[in-house]
């Protein structure tokens, strides 16, 4: 009985080890097929580029076919945004830059 013992315990112990180093293989393989890397020149951009964008964006806002209220108002929080940066405005002020700019002015 003990001679039977030994060998299937030492049977048992190797195939759970080459099972377990099985499956860390194969995990790791499904997890690389699954993995998706994004090119560089993807559509996302950093919040600090898409404050770049939008500084230039609203440089371009034609102040002469604006009313004089929205003019002051557009000067105000562009030297707000040079000042202290995009940061500084409030969810409300970008919405009001983004409504001056051309495209959605139908220009």
């Known amino acids: 009985m003990m001679s039977f ?3 299937a315990l030492a ?3 190797t195939g759970g080890i080459a099972a377990r ?3 860390r293989r194969w995990r790791a393989r499904k997890i690389a097929e699954n993995r998706r890397v994004e090119a560089p020149n993807s559509h ?3 919040a600090g580029v898409q404050s770049q964008v939008d500084r ?3 440089g371009g806002i034609n102040l002469r076919t604006l009313h004089p209220l929205n003019r002051e108002e557009v ?4 030297s707000m945004v040079d000042e202290d940066g995009v940061k500084a405005l409030s969810a409300r002020d970008r919405l009001f ?10 220009v």
């Open 5 to 7: 013992l030994f060998p």
């Open 11 to 13: 049977v048992l112990v």
């Open 21 to 23: 180093v099985w499956y």
């Open 75 to 78: 000067l105000r929080l562009l």
């Open 97 to 106: 830059l983004d409504n001056m700019t051309l495209p959605r002015m139908g």
């Open 44 to 46: 996302y951009s950093s």
């Open 56 to 58: 230039e964006r609203w």
